[in-house]
């Protein structure tokens, strides 16, 4: 089973490199672009079989390792 | 008093450590991250600057996971002494034995140079040597060192007496300018700046002495 865990800064915690990039982009001309938050993708590819027992592990992971919690968020996604 | 100073895949600040911790008179053995156990009587850990595993994943993340990590945890949770600079501090944060976390410099530019602090508590074994409100200045050399914790965190921290140095102006986006807090039994200091890195005459500076010097003094054996 594969997982797609997208760990992104809560909402709150300034994203000094999405700004960064959110200016960036208003300097090559793209207007409009209201805000930019950066944050990574992490794939992994799981032995487990069922879901359940992947989610059960990867929030495990995310929990422990993959995300700061403190100032980070994540999203678990299963294929 | 014995001191450890952790070494990691990437630690480039441990030597600096242990010269300064041994130049104040500590018995200073270096522990390497897959060491599972502290030397017996160890008094304080000192956690080095650097690039602990490459900064991979977040700094300090993969360093606060490694074998040695669960022995320096076991030896704060008994109530034993914890110092950790830089990326130390960031280690520290990432192991939980310091609330909050040390996020990418606000203006984005790695920062190297020398700040000007303010010890913002002397009631600490690290900070007994300075006076309260005191400026010293320390070498900072970091590309993440934008201190965050939440509202509540910080009123905590702040009622408890436990910022331990300040920023004299805004460097990094610090909340609160905040270079380095304390735990709540006050054995546990991280921050950002190097006091190793003004601990003799020849680096240009020695106000990062009397924070080893208060070290050794009140962990010595009565």
Redesign the interface.
Known sequence: MKATVTVMLKTGVLDPQGEAVRRALGSLGFEGVGGVRQGKVIELDLAAQDRATAETEVRAMCERLLANTVIESYRIELA | MKAAVVVFPGSNCDRDLAVALRAAGADVAMAWHKDDALLPGTDLVAVPGGFSFGDY??CG?IAA?SPIAAAVQAHARRGGYVLGVCNGFQVL??MGLL???L??????KFICRTARLHVATADSAFTGNFAQGQEVRFPVAHHDG?Y???AETLARLQGEDRIAFTYASSLN?SVLDIAGVLSANRRVLGLMPHPERVADPGHGGTDGLALFRGLVDQLAPA
Do not use: I
């Open positions: 994943l977040r993340a996971r944060t990432e609330p909050g976390a996020m990418r410099n606000a203006g984005l934008n965050f914790a939440d986006g």
